[in-house]
């Protein structure tokens, strides 16, 4: 359908390109941008989702290490005074990273996933983000919930860190390899073989 209108529309002598889906080229990708999927997961969700990314962008693999990890109790959204619930009543709260560094300087796209808290990324990802210079780069965040959209967390972050290049991110709950497919043909990012 999509290629009979493209051809009635190169027929009437409208410009195709005009109405064509962006491209890899359009959205400054080249083959040899090197990706790094970076994420924090506290129960593992978002660690078997980055995972896929991972594999089909051909991109390196970086968890996010909390220093002190998260327990059960951290992570009871019930209590208001639990671990979880006091950072994200904090805008400055910035847990610590631990484990393992990633050098972010040779990647030109960077994805950012994280489990939703109360509507956003849960704050160690802010400690990630201005623990490294990702200006330049194409950051493009994933995230896996409950049931909560995308949108509130990545409009928040892209709110406090409008000098970054942010590309539409997606929610990946079900994250099958068709809407993965889908999304990253929207960016131009992933293989195309
Ligand atoms: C502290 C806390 C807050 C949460 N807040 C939300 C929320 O606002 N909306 C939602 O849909 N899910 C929420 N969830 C559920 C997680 O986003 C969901 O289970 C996610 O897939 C967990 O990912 P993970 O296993 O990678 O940690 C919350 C979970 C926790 C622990």
Same mark, same amino acid.
């Given at each position: 359908?999509?290629?009979?209108?493209?051809?009635?529309?190169?027929?009437?002598?409208?410009?195709? &390109?005009?109405? &064509?889906? %962006?491209? =890899?080229?359009?959205?400054?990708?080249?083959?040899? +941008?090197?990706?790094?999927?970076?994420?924090? %997961?506290?129960?593992?969700?978002?660690?078997?989702?980055?995972?896929? !990314?991972?594999?089909?962008?051909?991109?390196?693999? @970086?968890?996010?290490?909390?220093?002190?990890?998260?327990?059960?109790?951290?992570?009871?959204?019930?209590?208001?005074?639990?671990? %979880? %619930?006091?950072?994200? +009543?904090? =805008?400055?709260?910035?847990?610590?990273?631990?484990?393992?560094?990633?050098?972010?300087?040779? @990647?030109?796209?960077?994805?950012?996933? @994280? =489990?939703?808290?109360?509507?956003?990324?849960?704050?160690?990802? #802010?400690?990630?983000?201005?623990?490294?210079?990702?200006?330049?780069?194409?950051?493009?965040?994933?995230?896996?919930?409950?049931?909560?959209?995308?949108?509130?967390?990545?409009?928040?972050?892209?709110? &406090?860190?409008?000098?970054?290049?942010?590309?539409?991110?997606? !929610?990946?709950?079900?994250?099958?390899?068709?809407?993965?497919? +889908?999304?990253? #043909?929207?960016?131009?990012?992933?293989?195309?073989?």
């Amino acid at each position: 359908m999509y290629k009979i209108l493209l051809a009635l529309l190169a027929m009437a002598g409208i410009p195709v &390109a005009a109405c &064509a889906q %962006s491209t =890899p080229e359009m959205n400054g990708q080249s083959k040899n +941008d090197k990706i790094l999927v970076s994420f924090f %997961s506290a129960t593992g969700t978002t660690a078997r989702v980055a995972e896929k !990314l991972a594999e089909a962008t051909g991109g390196t693999l @970086y968890a996010i290490t909390p220093a002190r990890p998260y327990t059960a109790a951290d992570l009871d959204w019930h209590d208001r005074r639990s671990r %979880s %619930s006091v950072e994200m +009543d904090d =805008p400055q709260s910035r847990p610590e990273i631990g484990g393992k560094e990633v050098n972010t300087a040779g @990647y030109d796209i960077i994805f950012i996933g @994280y =489990p939703i808290w109360w509507d956003l990324a849960p704050r160690i990802i #802010e400690t990630f983000i201005e623990q490294h210079d990702l200006r330049g780069k194409r950051v493009i965040p994933f995230a896996t919930s409950g049931g909560s959209r995308l949108a509130n967390s990545a409009a928040a972050l892209k709110r &406090a860190y409008p000098e970054l290049h942010w590309l539409e991110g997606r !929610l990946l709950n079900r994250a099958d390899d068709r809407e993965i497919r +889908d999304w990253f #043909e929207k960016l131009g990012v992933g293989r195309s073989e």
